[in-house]
């Protein structure tokens, strides 16, 4: 098992800059691939960043060069870090965990089949 639970999400202008937490526990954490979603109000749940177990990251070309996705082993907090926002990128943030879906492409297409979730962190973003 294992669990997530996010932090960081707030209200800001645009153009400004988040950083979202999730705080990660449970068995064979190290071994686990980890991405951010988002889900906007009538929109499909998207994902935005992952990153493998192996340290390699992918992104949504809508976050590409804006996002960022790292790790801190020693905490076991995975981060988005957030800059240049904008009002489309308002949504619930979800960070996920996934044993072999680890690509970013792959979480999005089977994201139903993701194996962790945690309950989400509003990001609103206002012009």
């Known amino acids: 098992q294992v669990q997530l639970v996010e932090s960081g999400g707030g209200s800001v202008q645009a153009g400004g800059a988040l950083r979202l937490s999730c705080a990660a526990s449970?068995?064979?954490?190290?071994?686990?691939?980890f991405g951010w979603f988002r889900q906007a109000p009538g929109k499909e749940r998207e994902g935005v960043a992952a990153?493998?177990?192996?340290?390699?990251?992918t992104y949504a070309e809508s976050v590409k060069g804006r996002f960022t996705i790292s790790k801190d082993n020693a905490k076991q907090i995975v981060y988005l870090q957030m800059n240049s926002l904008k009002p489309e990128d308002t949504a619930m943030y979800y960070c996920?965990?996934?044993?072999?879906?680890?690509?970013?492409?792959?979480?999005?297409?089977?994201?139903?089949?993701?194996?962790?979730w945690g309950k989400g962190t509003q990001v609103t973003i206002s012009s």
């Open positions: 990153r493998h177990s192996d340290g390699s990251t």
């Open positions: 449970g068995y064979s954490y190290s071994y686990y691939c």
């Open positions: 996920a965990a996934d044993f072999r879906r680890c690509s970013v492409e792959t979480m999005s297409r089977e994201w139903s089949g993701v194996d962790y």
